[in-house]
């Protein structure tokens, strides 16, 4: 069999050909060797890299099951007493003449959680803590708000129903006035109570698409087959309330925009080296879609790899994919996932291949520095390495600029080549 990992894989024949001529590179001339001989052999390399991962990440397959109905109505009526206590103290606070405040773990700055693999709250007797003052004009609005969703949520758990933040929003518009400060005020919430928002029957509001070899089966025993959906399926709304997952993927591949997914899809991607998922956030990634691909981990232990521009947004969304962010380091536990690796584009490989780039603005350069600063780049030397060559070369590219060589470079060529050469990082 012809070896797939030819010397460096970095051998500007194939991209100096793909410039000159405009010619498709295949992925039998990538690998030096026949088309059905490179899946062989990208598949035991992935079967490699998945022992290595496993090895890393200390990892066990998990049998995840639903929480029992005992469980559950056990948790919603210790989240009820809890909302009742924290109401309770305000009245009580009020009856004695005191004006009332709420005491709410910081979130705002890095040096109020912990790393350890993932961004996590630093626990209660450790974090500082900010008030926020009925009595201070400044921060009433805020009170109010946040009280007003407590009263919301003390309904969605008293009837056992769920909202979205954006359903919580359109409760009380003129009080709130933006989505942007119901979200901060629940987020001050699940802190406040120790809990995440699904706990508290508020679910997100899924934008991410899931394409490929998975089956997802809800609680409800819906069964939903992402190898049906030729633009990807809509990932389900609770993704908490999957009963089961079925597979049989070699890897998952996660790429940060939406156009990249559809491009893969239609390149027969996920039947030229599937095997495999295939899963976008549509952007910055949102809860369902981080809640799902921590999950896939979970149970099936696959390489799963992430593909985003070489910019500072492709770097920050691939992190939070693998570590967490600060506004939700308080459920990093079902958010994170360390075990995730950076496929692509990265910023050695603008130079590298030649793509087409263009220069960082002031605010690019900004977010660089101040990505180098944080906890998970201080501890790996090769991530916090590619900040400072993207800082140093001045430049930035999106995952488009691949088209140049052929249009269907990335399957063909990029995908395999990363994965073989382990060149993710």
């Known amino acids: ?23 498709r590179l295949t992925m039998s001339e990538t690998c030096l060797g026949e088309r059905d001989d490179c899946k062989r052999d990208l598949y035991k390399n992935l079967e490699e890299i998945k022992d290595q991962l496993r090895q890393e990440m200390k990892y066990v397959t998990q049998n995840i099951k639903l929480k029992s109905l005992d469980e559950l109505n056990a948790r919603r009526s210790q989240l009820i007493l809890s909302v009742e206590e924290v109401i309770l103290q305000l009245f009580e606070s009020t009856a004695t003449g005191k004006p009332p405040n709420l005491f709410i773990r910081k979130q705002s700055a890095w ?37 007003r969703l407590l009263s919301d949520i003390h309904k969605l758990l008293l009837t056992d129903t769920t909202s979205t933040r954006r359903e919580l929003y359109y409760q009380d518009v003129k009080l709130a006035k933006s989505q942007i400060a119901v979200d901060a005020a629940m987020r001050d919430i699940c802190c406040l109570l120790d809990a995440c928002p699904w706990e508290l029957g508020v679910v997100p509001t899924s934008k991410g698409l899931v394409a490929g070899s998975l089956v997802i089966v809800t609680a409800d025993n819906e ?98 994919y693998r570590f967490g962010s600060l506004r939700m380091c308080h459920e990093a536990e079902f ?91």
């Open 1 to 23: 069999m012809v070896s797939c990992l030819w010397s460096g894989f970095w051998d500007y024949r194939h991209a100096n050909l793909a410039r000159s001529t405009g010619r």
């Open 111 to 147: 040096d109020h959680s912990t790393f350890a693999g993932t961004v996590t709250m630093k626990p209660s007797h450790q974090a500082k803590m900010t008030t926020v003052r009925f009595g201070d004009p400044k921060s009433r609005r805020k009170f109010a708000l946040i009280v």
């Open 223 to 320: 069964r939903l087959d992402c190898s049906a959906h030729s633009e990807g399926l809509l990932i389900p709304q609770n993704v908490t309330n999957i009963a089961r997952m079925d597979t049989t993927a070699k890897f998952i591949l996660i790429v940060e925009k939406d156009a990249t997914f559809q491009k893969l899809i239609a390149e027969d991607f996920l039947k030229l080296l599937g095997p495999c998922i295939l899963i976008t956030g549509k952007g910055f990634p949102d809860m369902n879609t981080r809640l799902l691909v921590r999950r896939l981990w979970e149970t099936f232990g696959l390489p799963t790899f992430v593909l985003t521009d070489a910019d500072p947004h492709g770097v920050e969304i691939m992190c939070v």
């Open 335 to 425: 958010l994170a996932t360390p075990a995730v690796r950076w496929l692509g584009v990265h910023p050695r490989d603008v130079e590298t291949l030649g793509m087409d780039a263009s220069p960082l603005s002031r605010t690019d350069k900004d977010k660089l520095r101040h990505l180098s600063e944080r906890p998970y780049m201080l501890a790996d030397a090769r991530l916090s390495g590619q900040v400072d060559l993207q800082l140093e070369s001045g430049v930035k590219a999106e995952i488009e600029g691949m088209a140049r060589f052929s249009q269907c470079y990335l399957t063909d060529s990029y995908i395999p080549t990363q994965i073989t050469g382990r060149l993710f990082i």
